[in-house]
């Protein structure tokens, strides 16, 4: 799925992947849909691929702009895509996806490191207004 119209260039170039199956899934007039033939490339390596500043800077440049920027599914359709074998895709995505595990989790500990520094300053800090009563 990619965003087919934005307020800017860029954000018209934004893929995502959903890797259910469900069918009762709806598409509003903003996205494009698309499935890869999963025999020759993977749905996660696709997605990585269109994130790429190669493959970004040809949606952009296909990008129209009125009072939005959108993208046409057909043009969309003429990205020249490269990619490698099937097997080598699987290594690929999976490296790049324990890399962004790697980066949740360090977020995560980030964020609660951010609410234990709050919390001790509020402590070592009080207002001037708590401690006069």
Request: charged content about 20%.
């Amino acid at each position: 799925m990619n965003v087919s119209s934005y307020q800017t260039h860029r954000g018209i170039t934004y893929s995502n992947i959903y890797l259910g199956n469900s069918s009762d899934i709806t598409f509003d007039g903003h996205l494009i849909r698309f499935r890869p033939n999963i025999e020759i490339i993977m749905p996660i390596f696709t997605n990585y691929l269109l994130r790429t500043n190669k493959v970004r800077s040809q949606l952009v440049a296909r990008g129209k702009t009125a009072t939005m920027t959108t993208i046409e599914q057909s043009d969309v359709g003429t990205v020249k895509l490269s990619f490698p074998h099937i097997n080598e895709q699987q290594r690929i995505a999976n490296c790049l996806s324990s890399i962004d595990d790697l980066i949740t989790a360090q977020t995560q500990k980030l964020a609660t490191l951010k609410t234990h520094k709050k919390a001790l300053m509020q402590q070592l800090f009080p207002v001037v207004d708590e401690v006069q009563r």
